[in-house]
């Protein structure tokens, strides 16, 4: 049995002050009391919240960080540099690059992560012997303590009506049944290979760009009902146009057709949307994960969040291309772009915000509501409410002046998984950076 004391536990809009929560020897809460004195045997946490969810990562794009900016150009030309890193990516420099990521991830306060990975094969296209590049995942998971939700995604095509680039085929499968009978295949092996538990199997379709509406069809009946499918949907204007020139509507529709919409269903970005796309999704309970530090990064343009929110989806967060790690920073860049695009302040209150960071992510990984109650995980975030960027907040409000170094400790199940703690996470990215540098002929 586990027990943990915290003196205030912010879930949502909800303050409660002197929370017991109790939990099994799984990690699994049991039992809640509220307005109680600590025990002796309690675990202490002053501020508490749930954990983070990081719903959408690449987290082999961490390699560019601060690598890009002299470069120019946009998302297309930052995307050549991407397959570069891409290319230098093998079983264990994937599984190393990830420990690092995932432990930089924990630290900043993330419990769980959906990894969106579609480097399978090797650079030729020839498989592994075995999954290695999706276990090499669930390994580092399994090292670092952090929920993964593996969004092994389905990507066949390198534009619409075009094959696979060179740097591409690593990526493809050569057919939604092929792809298919990889995932089920791969789901078995993922259970197997993780005997906490942390690690599941989700799905993902990268995008209309890589997948022919056909062969979306083919996914959506292949694929259990339960499990949570993801996509990337109009990060860019230049996807609209080739969708619209293909098929005469916008990608949203092409989706509606298909019968994709709904409450499983996670899409990333969803930046230029018309009003019927927005509408649509809002009827079918989508989810919408953005990600405001790569939109910006990337210049995609600012999502319009509060409408898609308004209009009945559920808004979740993820780091994307990892330029940043920190889950409030996701946040405040949400209610940032919302301000900057409508000229006006509020646009989400701190409890909206809140949900979308912890268990509006949760859902869209598969992995329950996310809100510490009985029945769920015990992943839980302490935060410093005193500290120099803290100190005078209303306890409602710290969502909108922390930031991922006011994380005090993160406990995953029950059981403390902080980063911080760990080896000098500066040193293992500095070698593994190294590796792609050499990869890639940089001095």
Request: glycine share 12%; charged share 20%; with cysteine.
């Amino acid at each position: 049995m586990i027990s943990f004391w915290c003196e205030r536990l912010l879930v949502g809009d909800e303050l409660r002050s002197g929370v017991r929560v109790r939990a099994d020897e799984r990690g699994m809460i049991t039992a809640h009391e509220v307005g109680v004195p600590a025990h002796a045997s309690d675990v202490r946490v002053s501020t508490a919240v749930p954990g983070f969810a990081n719903a959408h990562s690449h987290l082999f794009h961490r390699v560019l960080r601060g690598r890009t900016h002299g470069d120019g150009g946009d998302f297309w030309a930052w995307r050549e540099r991407m397959y570069d890193a891409a290319g230098a990516l093998t079983p264990d420099r994937y599984r190393r690059l990830a420990v690092a990521v995932f432990r930089e991830m924990v630290a900043s306060g993330f419990t769980a992560v959906g990894e969106f990975t579609y480097v399978h094969h090797r650079p030729d296209g020839s498989p592994y012997p075995d999954h290695d590049m999706e276990l090499a995942l669930v390994s580092a998971a399994e090292e670092v303590g952090i929920r993964l939700t593996l969004l092994d995604t389905c990507y066949l095509d390198g534009g619409i009506g075009t094959p696979l680039s060179a740097a591409q085929r690593r990526f493809g499968d050569g057919s939604a049944a092929a792809w298919l009978d990889r995932w089920h295949a791969l789901r078995d092996r993922v259970r197997a290979a993780s005997p906490s538990g942390l690690a599941t199997l989700g799905a993902a379709i990268h995008s209309l760009r890589a997948v022919h509406p056909d062969a979306i069809a083919a996914v959506l009946a292949g694929l259990p009902a339960e499990v949570p499918l993801h996509m990337h949907l109009s990060e860019q204007p230049r996807e609209n146009d080739d969708v619209r020139a293909a098929y005469g509507i916008t990608p949203t529709a092409v989706l509606d057709a298909l019968g994709a919409l709904g409450p499983r269903l996670s899409v990333v970005h969803a930046t230029h949307l018309t009003a019927d796309d927005i509408a649509a999704l809002g009827r079918a309970g989508v989810t919408v994960v953005m990600c405001p530090t790569t939109e910006a990064d990337l210049g995609d343009g600012i999502g319009p969040a509060v409408d898609l929110a308004a209009a009945g989806c559920t808004i979740a967060i993820g780091s994307d291309q990892n330029a940043v790690i920190d889950p409030l920073l996701e946040l405040r860049g949400l209610e940032a772009g919302e301000r900057l695009g409508s000229g006006r302040r509020g646009r989400f209150s701190p409890a909206d915000l809140l949900v979308a960071g912890t268990g509006a992510g949760y859902r869209s990984l598969g992995l329950g509501r996310g809100t510490l109650g009985v029945g769920e995980p015990l992943d839980l975030v302490e935060l410093d409410a005193a500290s120099v960027r803290t100190v005078g907040s209303a306890p409602e409000q710290l969502v909108l002046s922390a930031t991922a170094a006011d994380i005090l400790a993160v406990y995953v199940g029950g059981r403390r998984v902080d980063a911080r703690a760990r080896d000098d996470l500066s040193a293992a990215y500095a070698a593994v950076l190294a590796e792609f540098d050499a990869m890639n002929g940089i001095e």
